[in-house]
Structure formats: structure tokens, C-alpha cells
């Protein structure tokens, strides 16, 4: 999607946008205003940089459906304070009167609670909702977010928004996207494709019984038969459709050359954690699945390797015919995560896409095909 149309897009629908949902529940910008959708770049923690943020792992870069058509921009607050904008948007799940009336789960397979686990969904995220609203929080950041005191099960402790220590070390990639509740159940049934390992959930009795799917994704349903992987398109609060990838451990592909890729028609620079066992090269049978080496972001001047970030995201590798895709989500490219469920969740929009196109310094090429390889792929 051009500029142009995005523009002329969102005055169609500003109206019952701004008005029945700017004060409510959803994504919250750096000034915690209601924004549509906002991806967020956590940048590793670099020793050498003159910007304090950035030594100690805590600084982040981010663009919103506000400033969409500007570049990225470098946050001056701290990714742990409470006024960030993760920590804007969770507000909602620390403030106990407030969410003892709210749905909301919170999901990760490195929970703050526990340790790794080492089967089900490859997946970190949270999605709260009331009777007209709500927001889905996809990151790729271990340990996060800390436990709410409400929920099931309620704890004693005075929890709070914050970071972790271990968060701050490598990049980590966000996407929060707010929704109207007729979307909301739609999210439920990818998280179910997804396997979530949920942690913390609150159910409210009238909530639980008009979003059944999400329900069922907090209470940890398992998809028990085919198909094992699952496409929809959801909308968000402006009406903005987002394509949501799901897949369980059944399904037993690669996310990204044998789902993504083939549905979106397009050639893929993929930036994912390859520093643990099973790494996948990049592709180049058919559509091409580059694995990024190294990144660059010039609004903070600097520039990083793939090893020292533990983001998920994928860019398209040029807009031929208008796909100009961006993908955040899950999983790593790696034949381990075969074995995992998760997902990652797309948006067709050109000035993202540059964005995050500009910010691909280096790939991996294709490996070297011998005599042999070539035999095979022609037989099939």
C-alpha cells in the first residue's frame, strides 16, 4: 500500500476510529496516546556507542501508524520504564482494578516464572481485551512481561511494568496491533495453531464466554488434526488488514520458505536467532529465504550482527507489484523449531517496508550447488 492510499485510508475510517477508540484499550505510543499498530526495534547492547540507552541494552527504536511515513525513531526513554511504550500499552494488566475486569493472557516459552521449555509454541506475546476492544503484543523478548498480580490464581506481591536484565543483551523485535473486538477471536484461533505456553491469564466469566477461541488459547487447547497450519486476515482497529501465519509442531516445515513465502509470492530477507543448534541457510530454490547477517539502523548509527540480535522479522526482498511486506512473529529459521509451534503476523505497507529494507546490511548467500543437488531438484 502507497503512502497516498494509506493517507486517504485512515480519513475513511477516522471517524469511528477516533471516536470510540482513542481512550480505550490498545497499543499506546511513547506519549501514550492510542495508536492503530506500532512495530518496535529493542537494540542490542553495544559498549561502543556515545548513547547511554544503547550501552546498557535498554534503547529502542519504533515507528507507529502515525509516523509510518517518517523514518525509524530513536526513543530517548528507557524500554524498562513504566512510560515506554510497551510499558504505556501494559499498563492496563498492573493497575489491579483494572484487570481483574479484563481477558488477557500472557504467553512465552521462556516465562519469568519458570524455566525454557522445550516443546510446544516457539511464542511470546500478550493479547487482553474487554467487551469492545483490545490489543495483540507480539515480541520475541524471554522473561517478558513480569507477572500481574490479578488473574487466576491472584498473587500477594505489588507487581510492576519492567524489563529484564537478560532482555537487554540482544535485539528484540515487538509488533502491537489494536483491534475491535469482532477481531479479537480471530487472534485466539492462530494462538491456538501457535501452541502457546501461557503463563498468567485472567478469564472473566462474560468475557471467557464471547471470545470462546481466545479462551481456549489461555487454556491451552492443542489442534489435534489436520490441517496443521492456519492463514487468516484480521483487521485492525483502523481497518488495516494484517495476514496472521500460524503453525503447530505437527506441521513440521520451515515457517518461512515453505509457508510465507509461497503464500505471499515474494522473495524473503529473513533476520531470526541462529545461534542455537539445527541453523537453516538461506534458500534459493523456488522463492528466495535470505537469512540476514547483519543490521544497520542509521537513525541511531550503528549496526549490528544477526548473532548479537534474537529479533524474528521478515522484510520482502523488493515491492514488485505492490508487495512491500513486513513480517514479525516467532519462530527462528532453524530445523529445531520444525518440532515448535508459532507464527508471525504481516503488513503490506511501503514506507514500513523501506524502513525495514534499509535496515538489511548484509545476507547470507546461497550455498554452493553441486552436480548432485542440481540432479535432485530437477527430479523433484
Not at 499498563?91 to 510446544?120: C, F, M, Q, R
Not at 492456519?230 to 501465519?245: C, G, P, Q, R, T
Not at 508459532?342 to 552436480?371: A, M, Q
Amino acid at each position: 500500500m502507497s503512502l497516498l492510499m494509506y493517507i486517504i485510508f485512515l480519513c475513511i475510517n477516522n471517524v469511528k476510529y477516533s471516536v470510540s477508540l482513542k481512550n480505550g484499550l490498545g497499543c499506546r505510543d511513547n506519549e501514550n496516546r492510542f495508536v492503530d499498530w506500532y512495530v518496535l526495534y529493542k537494540i542490542p547492547k553495544l559498549s561502543h556507542s556515545s548513547n547511554p540507552l544503547i550501552r546498557n541494552g535498554s534503547a529502542y527504536m519504533y515507528i507507529t501508524s502515525d509516523t509510518v511515513n517518517k523514518e525509524w525513531n530513536l526513543s530517548i526513554k528507557d524500554i524498562g520504564d513504566k512510560t515506554s511504550m510497551p510499558g504505556n500499552t501494559l499498563a492496563s494488566l498492573y493497575n489491579d482494578s483494572i484487570a481483574k475486569n479484563l481477558l488477557w493472557i500472557l504467553y512465552n516459552d521462556d516465562p519469568p516464572n519458570n524455566t525454557v521449555v522445550g516443546k510446544y509454541g516457539h511464542a511470546k506475546g500478550i493479547v487482553a481485551a474487554d467487551h469492545n476492544q483490545g490489543f495483540w503484543m507480539i515480541h520475541s523478548v524471554p522473561k517478558f512481561p513480569p507477572i500481574p498480580n490479578k488473574g487466576i490464581n491472584p498473587l500477594s506481591c505489588n507487581s510492576k511494568y519492567s524489563y529484564p536484565t537478560s532482555g537487554r543483551v540482544r535485539g528484540q523485535s515487538f509488533l502491537c496491533i489494536s483491534f475491535e473486538a469482532n477481531q479479537l477471536d480471530i487472534v485466539g484461533r492462530q494462538l491456538i495453531y501457535s501452541q502457546i505456553i501461557v503463563y498468567r491469564k485472567n478469564l472473566p466469566k462474560e468475557l471467557s464466554k464471547q471470545y470462546p477461541n481466545l479462551t481456549d488459547a489461555a487454556n491451552q487447547i492443542r489442534i489435534k488434526n489436520p490441517p496443521y497450519s492456519n492463514k487468516e486476515v484480521i483487521k485492525s482497529s483502523a481497518s488495516l488488514e494484517f495476514v496472521s501465519f500460524a503453525k503447530s509442531d505437527k506441521w513440521q516445515k520451515d515457517l518461512y520458505s515453505d509457508f510465507v513465502a509461497p503464500q505471499l509470492r515474494s522473495n524473503l530477507f529473513v533476520e531470526s536467532y541462529l545461534n542455537g543448534p539445527g541453523k537453516l541457510n538461506s534458500n534459493c530454490h523456488g522463492l528466495e529465504v535470505h537469512n540476514i547477517k547483519s543490521v544497520k539502523l542509521q537513525a541511531a548509527n550503528i549496526q549490528f550482527t544477526s548473532t548479537q540480535d534474537h529479533s524474528k522479522w521478515v522484510v520482502t526482498m523488493d515491492n514488485k507489484k505492490n508487495k512491500s511486506w513486513v513480517c514479525i512473529g516467532d519462530i527462528n529459521r532453524a530445523n529445531t523449531q520444525y518440532n515448535r509451534g508459532g507464527g508471525t503476523v504481516c503488513l503490506n505497507l511501503f514506507y514500513l517496508w523501506k524502513n525495514y529494507r534499509d535496515s538489511v546490511n548484509d545476507v547470507e548467500p546461497c550455498p554452493k550447488r553441486n552436480i548432485f543437488n542440481k540432479i535432485s531438484s530437477w527430479l523433484g
